[in-house]
């Protein structure tokens, strides 16, 4: 199974701009992933699904100042101007059908403070 | 307006039973495949199990399997998760999540499930 690995924990000034990091295992390197933000006390929303070669289609709703890319086993979700609504818990997660078995794994989740 | 409401979720004791649902409203839950997603307190999210969008084929996470059974009711549009032989480990919130090609794209709001004598 593909392995998701997150830093635990990141920072940004109001108004700057910040890469978050989703890795995957190697050998799992060109797997599409999902990107979910988690505000504080509220439910995950889907924010962008991001391949292999950088293509990404966002959500309902999702500003342009969200943006996704990829390098390798790494996708990253860049965050424009921040905002202090943007301060959230960010999942990278993946789903997959493996042998006719069907999963979803997810990253460990990074904490996004905006100073 | 795409919407998933979670219900069910309550107090119970160790070994006891639950059945949440999951009641969707601006899509039909047959036209989708589902998934159930817990997240313990103070950790991430945890796959639990997935129901695919004729409900033949459904999966389960190795840490329920046995233990929890996923169904639903297009009549009635709703996902159902049944739960038994509860663990202390099962406490979470339970989400419920509609999957398309896009991803888990809608979320509902969650339902506490806490296991505890």
Redesign the interface.
Known sequence: LPVLTQPPSASALLGASINLTCTLSSEHSTYTI?W?QQRPG?????I??VKSDGSH?K??GIPDRFMGSSSGADRYLTLSNLQSDDEAEY?C?E?HTIDG?????????TKLTVL | EVQLVESGGDLVQPGGSLRLSCAASGFSVSSYEMNWVRQAPGRGLEWVSYISSSGATKQYADSVKGRFTISRDNAKNSLYLQMNSLRAEDTAIYYCARLSTRGSDYWGQGTLVTVSS
């Open positions: 999902e979910y509220r439910s995950p929303q889907y962008m699904k289609s959500g309902d999942h997660g789903s078995q069907v999963g979803l794994v997810f990253g460990g989740g």
